[in-house]
Nanobody, 124 residues
Framework: QVQLVESGGGLVQAGGSLRLSCAAS????????MGWFRQAPGKGREFVAA????????YNADSVKGRFTISRDNAKNTIYLHMDSLKPEDTAVYYC?????????????????WGQGTQVTVSS
């Protein structure tokens, strides 16, 4: 099992940038597929991006592609979500997740371990 702790959320104006971090402990994540999801008030949890051990990525094209970038630093056992050109509709709690295996799904049920989330608020 992997323990995940997100950080880096906060309040930012529309058009601004933020970088979220997800620090893992308990075991290395170098062989894990890692993902980011988000949940806005009153809505279900939504896939944002995922990255496997070989560098294959997947993004929610409709919502974030071209603005968000997922990356990992295995030496620090950490993944990141760099968010540019933020919009008020990006306001949500952002969750980090980990799964076994190389597939890069956009389905939360395929992820095994979850963090507690970090709040991102984008003002207009």
């Amino acid at each position: 099992q992997v323990q995940l702790v997100e950080s880096g959320g906060g309040l930012v104006q529309a058009g601004g940038s933020l970088r979220l971090s997800c620090a893992a402990s308990g075991r290395p994540i170098s062989d894990r597929t890692m993902g980011w999801f988000r949940q806005a008030p009153g809505k279900g949890r939504e896939f944002v991006a995922a990255l496997n051990w070989s560098g294959r990525t997947r993004y929610n094209a409709d919502s974030v592609k071209g603005r968000f970038t997922i990356s990992r630093d295995n030496a620090k056992n950490t993944i990141y979500l760099h968010m540019d050109s933020l919009k008020p509709e990006d306001t949500a709690v952002y969750y980090c997740a980990a799964k076994r295996g190389p597939t890069v799904p956009a389905v939360q049920n395929e992820f095994d371990d979850w963090g507690q989330g970090t709040q991102v608020t984008v003002s207009s």
